[in-house]
């Protein structure tokens, strides 16, 4: 998430089960966003309650309010690490988040 702050460095960014657990003003947070957000989260991630996605959800209202750049996609019965090789792989959410992924990047690089 420091990225979303420098938008001189960075087009945007895509977050695949973020840390959000040092987030604690979801709405001050969202408006500092500099740059577009994809946010990816399982609906089922307890990792050391890092990456909630009752926080993520907080984050994606206080972004809607705002107007500010912040997108969530959520995935119903998907833990976190949900990619190949990962301790909690799920081939249908890591499918469609890295379609979600390049298709975002194509978008911030206008390729």
């Known amino acids: 998430f420091y990225g979303t702050h420098l938008p001189d460095l960075v087009a945007g ?5 973020p840390l ?8 001050r947070f969202v408006a500092g966003l500099k740059v577009p957000v994809l946010m990816l989260a399982g609906e089922d991630d307890t990792y ?3 990456c909630l996605i009752k926080t993520a959800r907080g984050l994606e209202a206080a972004a809607k309010a ?3 750049p912040l997108e969530l ?5 998907t833990r976190h690490d949900f990619v190949i ?10 499918s469609d988040a890295m379609q979600r992924t390049a298709n975002r990047l194509k978008a911030y690089l206008g390729q």
């Not at 959000?20 to 709405?27: E, G, K, L, V, Y």
């Not at 996609?73 to 019965?77: D, E, G, K, P, Q």
């Not at 090789?85 to 890591?94: E, L, R, T, V």
């Open 13 to 17: 960014v895509v977050a695949w089960y």
């Open 20 to 27: 959000t657990s040092p987030i604690h003003d979801a709405a």
């Open 48 to 50: 050391k309650d890092c």
């Open 66 to 68: 705002a107007g500010a």
């Open 73 to 77: 996609v959520s995935y119903s019965s």
């Open 85 to 94: 090789d990962g301790a909690y792989f799920n081939a249908k959410s890591y």
